[in-house]
């Protein structure tokens, strides 16, 4: 989960590096630092904390050179504290590295390495490479030789990006398995590596990025990418199209709130190519669905983590409306554990924003190896999961920097939408009639989020009354079950107030013990073919003197009279509702942390790409 970046070329490594390391803070970290070869030697500067206090740092003992790596630590093995900062360098500081993963061998390597005389100098389980580094390079290696040959010895899933001042005109970074992104960036003259496009794209737009067992030799004119076998691999160099200013915040007080504006152009982008309104088709080309294999498709597993999960579980109530093929939805760190049921006519769909979840690309892996055909739905463009799957639905978002995920959840469920759309007109289960319909619908959703974001200001009034809350419970049904689910996932990632969901109609079951005048309900009762199950809940919740905030739909005088307060979505197909009834949710989250002073895109203990088990 942490953040990468290197830099080898004719200018002052230490600000790209610094620089880049800013871009990648939505990852979440505990400390930083980064190393450069200056006058033939490795000057490392490190720094528990921010980003800001290794600033300090160096503004004290200041670093330059035209190679160097950084990094952004979360920390696995050994406390957040400076001695456990990356980067490390081993006894001889000939070598340095920076790692994201978890060296799965590491107390056998550690033990192995101390029996022979090398004194660790952290408690972290990446220190154990460098040493095994050295090793190699001791007897006689080259960097490249003692790269390989340390990467056969090490288990798990890694990121590495390793230099050395006895080859100081390379930079060598290696992909084994699930760690995370290597992405390489070619420049005029000079190369970059990061662990994400956002950390690079102001130098350069032309990227590639490794598979695992890859690794790259770079220098300031070039690079050569080889497997651990050493031969060379064909490696493709795209230009990314994503504009460097849309990872800034611009008028915005914080990158959540950015991105919780900008799902009106990302709702737009995601339309935009795969609809025909005139027509009424859907264009899912990445998807490469054959009528073949759609007739014979039996189920459909959609396979996730937190948010990406909430927004699977609609999904699912989307494909079996339009297509009518029984789907299941399964976290993806349960998936591969009880031996799912998957075959050839089995299609496994993952959805990732970061596109390097470990645990969903684990998912997948279990889904091949049965036979499944693997689909994806992913944010970031040339990830693990877009690349290993067979078919793919590229959300239209551009980068999400904020922790906690908005656009990227409303995204996918489009997303998921069109797919179901797509695969009951393949199949005959969806007549042309109710396909056209479903998809004029769609031209409502743009407008519809566009009015509700108007409506700012009336969330914040709600947020304000809901303070000094210390718990809550969100309740919804049907389709929008999910989404008090999602609703109570963003009251507690931001603000750290205890929430809890559940369908509503399991509140008597148990939750309705909890209901007193100290514990506000969110219930999401949109004007659905729920809505009457929704205001019985909500009148059993007032019967024992609960506070009840409500999502509902404009001029609902029913809902006005019952509820303590009501956050108000316009008219919206009921099959859309979902999209509509989470906007407001998002705010009041977001609005109540910015009350309490909270660190909106960064939170505690999160981090935005969950790279480990």
């Not at 001695?83 to 006894?91: E, I, T, W």
């Not at 152009?265 to 609809?275: F, I, K």
């Not at 303590?564 to 009921?574: F, K, T």
Request: charge should be negative; hydrophobic fraction near 40%; aromatic fraction near 6%.
């Amino acid at each position: 989960m942490c953040g990468i970046v290197a830099y080898i070329g004719e200018q002052n490594a230490t600000p790209i590096i610094l620089n880049g390391l800013k871009k990648l803070e939505y990852r979440g970290y505990d400390s930083a630092g980064l190393a450069v070869v200056q006058n033939d030697k490795i000057k490392i500067r490190r720094k528990s904390g921010k980003i800001a206090e290794l600033e300090k740092v160096l503004l004290e003992d200041t670093v330059a050179g035209n190679i160097g790596i950084g990094h952004t630590r979360w920390a696995t093995h050994g406390e957040p504290i400076t001695k456990n900062a990356h980067p490390h360098v081993g006894m001889t500081g000939d070598v340095v590295i920076v790692h994201n993963g978890i060296v799965e061998n590491f107390l056998e390597i550690r033990e192995h390495l101390q029996e022979s005389g090398c004194k660790f100098n952290s408690d972290t389980d990446t220190e154990s490479i460098v040493h095994l580094l050295e090793h190699e390079l001791a007897s006689g290696c080259s960097l490249e030789d003692a790269v390989v040959n340390t990467l056969k010895l090490i288990r798990g899933a890694h990121g590495i990006v390793v230099l050395s001042n006895k080859e100081p005109d390379k930079i060598i970074c290696a992909r084994l398995g699930n760690a995370g992104g290597v992405v390489v960036g070619v420049g005029d003259g000079e190369m970059f590596v990061a662990s994400d496009l956002p950390a690079i794209l102001e130098h350069t737009r032309k990227v590639g990025f490794l598979e695992s067992g890859q690794y790259a030799i770079i220098q300031k004119d070039g690079f050569e990418v080889k497997n651990l076998g050493g031969e060379t691999c064909e490696f493709e160099v795209q230009t990314i199209s994503w504009d460097p200013v849309s990872a800034e915040k611009g008028e915005y007080r914080h990158f959540m709130q950015k991105e919780i504006h900008e799902q009106v152009r990302s709702l737009n982008d995601t339309l935009a190519g795969r609809v025909d309104f005139e027509k009424g088709k859907i264009r899912l080309d990445n998807m490469n669905l054959t009528p073949e294999f759609v007739k014979d498709l039996k189920r459909i597993y959609i396979t996730a983590c937190g948010t990406a999960a909430y927004a699977g579980m609609i999904g699912e109530m989307y494909i079996e409306h339009f297509a009518r093929i029984p789907v299941e939805v399964d976290v993806a760190s349960e998936f591969r554990y009880r031996n799912p049921i998957v075959d050839e006519n089995t299609a496994v769909l993952a959805i990732s924003q970061s596109g390097e979840t470990a645990d969903t690309l684990a998912a997948m892996e279990e889904a091949r190896s049965k036979g499944g055909k693997l689909w994806s739905i992913v944010n970031a463009i040339g990830t693990q999961v877009m690349r290993i799957a067979d078919g793919t639905i590229s959300m239209q978002t551009g980068p999400e920097i904020g922790v906690a995920s908005t656009k990227a959840f409303t995204a996918p469920i489009v997303d998921q939408y069109l797919l179901g759309i797509l695969l009951g007109q393949m199949n005959g289960k969806l007549s042309d009639a109710d396909a056209n319909q479903a998809i004029q619908d769609l031209r409502l959703l743009p407008d519809i989020v566009g009015r509700l974001l108007d409506r700012e200001e009336d969330v914040s009034a709600v947020a304000e009354e809901l303070r000094d809350i210390e718990n809550a419970l969100y309740l919804g049904r049907g389709i929008n079950m999910p989404i008090a689910y999602e609703g109570a996932l963003k009251l507690k990632e931001i603000t750290y107030i205890h929430a809890e969901a559940y369908p509503a109609g399991e509140m008597k079951h148990g939750p309705i013990a909890l209901i007193d005048e100290s514990m506000p309900v969110i219930a999401i009762a949109p004007r659905d073919p729920w809505y009457e199950k929704m205001i019985s809940q909500i009148e059993q919740v007032k019967a024992r003197g609960g506070i009840v905030i409500a999502v509902a739909t404009d001029g609902d005088e029913r809902i006005a009279s019952l509820a303590d307060h009501v956050l108000w979505i316009p008219e919206i197909p009921w099959l859309l509702s979902p999209i509509a009834c989470v906007i407001p949710l998002q705010l009041l989250a977001y609005h109540i942390a910015t009350i309490r002073g909270l660190d909106v895109d960064q939170p505690r203990n999160l981090a935005k790409s969950v790279t480990v088990e």
